[in-house]
T-cell receptor, first 113, second 113 residues
């Protein structure tokens, strides 16, 4: 298993600003994902964070809005840019183990006003 | 279309009243089915991985089973602390895009004392 921490745990931001979310893992992992989860709903994959290269984005998500960095195998950041109230959500990072199960961070609860 | 469907959406049980949660999938090239538990305000927590039809896994009051088209999460004599949302996910291996994970929308379980 892996232990994952996220910062911040929650934030309230003004419309038009940006927030960077950090994800730290206690071991080196190859596959890392960023998800969004609306209240009461399931997980929506934003992108796969690739170490040393650009992230791979899912349909409906673009790099200009959600830039991702992955400088090494234990750390990644997701930035939510030019925020609007529609970006209010819980953002989760996860890592994939050798058995392909995922381990998730505790999430970042973002509210945009 | 690759899809994962969970039912019911919500389930209320009396303490001690056993029941089952369903996860059906229409994913080609299945390479594993995963069950997660998610408590409010937290990231999903990994429970089980199932790889082939007929496989079963158990943990305390939970037992997961797998057929060619669906998986069941059986909860025997549940306790209030089993209250959570249970998510299932499948992994598919695509020749072009690699590993793909599909999550269901979850079953919200409430166990009443």
């Amino acid at each position: 298993s892996a232990v994952i921490s996220q910062k911040p745990s929650r934030d309230i931001c003004q419309r038009g600003t940006s927030l960077t979310i950090q994800c730290q893992v206690d071991s080196q992992v190859t596959m890392m994902f960023w998800y969004r989860q609306q209240p009461g709903q399931s997980l929506t994959l934003i992108a796969t964070a690739n170490q040393g290269s650009e992230a791979t984005y899912e349909s409906g998500f673009v790099i200009d809005k959600f830039p991702i960095s992955r400088p090494n195998l234990t750390f990644s950041t997701l930035t939510v840019s030019n925020m609007s109230p529609e970006d209010s959500s819980i953002y989760l990072c996860s890592v994939v183990s050798s058995g392909y199960e995922q381990y998730f961070g505790p999430g970042t609860r973002l509210t945009v006003t | 279309e690759d899809q994962v469907t969970q039912s019911p959406e919500a389930l209320r049980l009396q303490e001690g009243e056993s029941s089952s949660l369903n996860c059906s999938y229409t994913v080609s090239g299945l390479r594993g089915l995963f069950w997660y538990r998610q408590d409010p305000g937290k990231g999903p927590e990994f429970l089980f991985t199932l790889y082939s039809a007929g496989e079963e896994k158990e943990k305390e009051r939970l037992k997961a089973t797998l057929t060619k088209k669906e998986s069941f999460l059986h909860i025997t004599a549940p306790k209030p602390e089993d209250s959570a949302t249970y998510l299932c996910a499948v992994r598919r291996l695509d020749a072009n895009t690699g590993n793909q994970f599909y999550f269901g929308t979850g079953t919200s379980l409430t166990v009443i004392p």
